[in-house]
């Protein structure tokens, strides 16, 4: 059972928790406000929160560019604009002299109900991976408070169903995703699972759909399939016990009747 983490296993509203500013923290703000402003993701909703909260303004950008898995840039005035991880921002300058405005840190908190689901998810024999574009040591924080299995980290968005598709080699897997990224891991699955309030991409690709977003309809989901998945059993063996015995048994009593009953011939 591959979990995606971001909106699965955590809430997907991340906050703003520190900042940390190399200068001015409104200038901070200003820049990643504008940046974030056309960005759907649930860090950028974030720090749009955050600025709205302080009265930030927002300024107008162009060359918007989106580099999915690292960040985003735009020029403001004639001046490039870059926010990202790290390994986006040093594409473009040394970290963290010569281009650092600020560091924002945010932060995702992991769902109630997902210990109990991935414990529920083991106890019914799955192996329970979380997989995420996070950085190791941050995955590996929110994956030990989950309970998984395992976690692997630092997946770019295009890079996840390539990941599902190892694991598919080694067993069965079902993936559990809610984002616009997870829709070529969920169809890359043996089974798609997508949350409710996931992307409608997310949804259309998924082989099954669970109305909330509560991570316990999972195991509640499997045990429901194989629930079905044993009565059609059960019924093809009585269906087959039944033939097997009730159709020797109609043939030995049309003989037995033919005999009794020999046809004339005028």
Excluded at 127 to 139: H, Q, W
Excluded at 160 to 179: F, I, N, P, Y
Aim: aromatic letters at 2%; charged letters at 20%; proline letters at 3%.
């Amino acid at each position: 059972m591959v979990l995606d983490k971001t909106g699965t296993v955590t809430k997907g509203e991340p906050t703003v928790t520190d900042i940390l500013a190399n200068g001015s923290e409104q200038a901070l703000l200003e820049t990643a406000a504008a940046l974030e402003k056309r960005s759907e993701h649930p860090l950028a909703k974030a720090v749009l929160r955050y600025a709205e909260a302080h009265h930030i303004s927002i300024n107008e950008i162009t060359d918007y560019e989106t580099h999915a898995g690292n960040g985003l840039t735009a020029r403001q005035n004639g001046e490039l604009l870059c926010g990202g991880n790290r390994s986006l921002i040093e594409q473009h300058g040394a970290v963290p002299a010569t281009v650092l405005t600020g560091v924002i840190a945010v932060a995702d908190v992991i769902k109630e109900d997902s210990p109990a689901a991935v414990a529920e998810l083991k106890k019914m024999g799955l192996r329970v991976v979380m997989l995420t574009g996070d950085n190791e040591k941050t995955a590996a924080a929110i994956g030990k408070k989950a309970g998984v299995d395992e976690v692997i980290a630092g997946v770019l968005p295009d890079g996840k169903a390539a990941v599902v598709e190892r694991l598919c080699r080694e067993s069965k897997t079902a993936m559990v995703g809610d984002g616009i990224n997870d829709a070529p891991a969920l169809t890359t699955a043996d089974v798609g699972i997508a949350i409710g309030a996931g992307a409608d991409v997310a949804i259309e690709a998924a082989d099954v759909v669970l109305m909330k977003s509560r991570l316990r309809d999972v195991p509640a989901a499997i045990r429901l399939g194989r629930a079905t998945l044993r009565n059609i059993h059960q019924n093809l063996f009585w269906a087959f016990i039944y033939n097997v015995i009730g159709i020797p048994l109609a043939a030995g009593c049309r003989c037995r009747a033919s005999a009794s009953s020999p046809t004339r011939c005028a």
